[in-house]
């Protein structure tokens, strides 16, 4: 198998949050890099590669951040050169994400890096601006990008434990970013019982706007059930997933992995699902740390909606 080269970009204070994030909780196979404007941000990000934008002013405007970005054009050129995949990871709303990110992904675009785009729309309390500025970055980059995943803030109410701090929650959403974005590379860097490879993700992730991430994992005799509970339970992606068209599954297990097991959950799934006509694509890797409990199941689901 060729290596895929893969890299993931943090932009601005969401990126840079989830950049150190997953970088404190295993990352293989991938180069994690960050772009900001704010010197302490900077300064404060654990990733490889760092690129500081020096817009002259101390709080920018997303339209300077976007002027400095396109400055740095060959700069940029230079550091995706080479990458087959490329995730852009930032929040939209504030001035570094709504006018770097979009940036970047064009420049991607030319370089005709396949793109995935993880984006957080702010909360409604934050304002109309924030929010009108969110949105116009979001449709720059829903032009640009091969797939978006958008995560709203405002599904962190109602999804995720009241009880939690700001950054717990912060990190729940992290998380499931953190499994998808693992699934992919996964998929196009381990030798699976089932095969699945980069024609595979571009198959179900080419020019897909809304994807949705979801995380099933159980063992035992209600293992089956349990995941099939998991992976049809709401989520904090903007889409949902009986209206998928594309579905990829990434299903790990131990050496005692049932093929009964493997269909009965696809069933499940595409039993949900509206479109009758829906392509799922599956693959399977055999872990034996998996064999430490008896029908020890993990599955990432991502659907393109």
Known sequence: MNKVNIKAIGVGGMGINFVNYILENEANNVEYLSIDTDVEAHNGCKAERKVFLDTGVKNCTWS?????????????????????????????GGSTGSGIAPAIV?????????TISIIAKPFYSEG?????????????????????????????????????????AY????????????????????????????????????????????????????????????LLQNNLFEGQLEDSKKILL????????????????ISNIL???KDQNATLIWGVIINPEFDAKKNSLKVVL????
Request: hydrophobic content about 40%.
């Open 64 to 92: 300077q951040a976007e002027e400095a970005a396109l400055k740095c054009y060959d700069q940029f050129e230079e550091l995706l050169k080479g990458t087959d995949i490329l995730f852009i990871i930032s929040g939209m």
């Open 271 to 273: 039993s949900y699902v």
């Open 106 to 114: 064009e420049i991607a675009k030319k370089m005709k890096i396949f």
């Open 171 to 230: 990190d729940e959403a992290n998380f499931l970013i953190k499994e998808g974005i693992e699934s992919i590379i996964n998929t196009v860097t381990k030798v699976g019982f089932v095969n699945l490879d980069l024609r595979d993700i571009k198959v179900v992730l080419e020019n897909s706007k809304d994807i949705v991430i979801r995380l099933g994992e159980s063992y035992g005799e209600n293992a089956e059930n349990s995941i099939v509970e998991q």
């Open 250 to 265: 990434n299903i790990t297990g131990g050496n005692d992995i049932s093929l009964v097991v493997i269909k009965n959950i």
């Open 128 to 168: 109309f601006e924030k929010l009108k500025i969110a949105s116009m970055g979001v449709e720059k980059i829903r032009k640009n990008t091969n797939s978006l995943i958008i995560v709203p803030n405002e599904k962190l109410y109602n999804h995720i434990d009241k009880k939690l701090s700001l950054q717990e």
């Open 302 to 305: 991502m659907a393109s909606v």
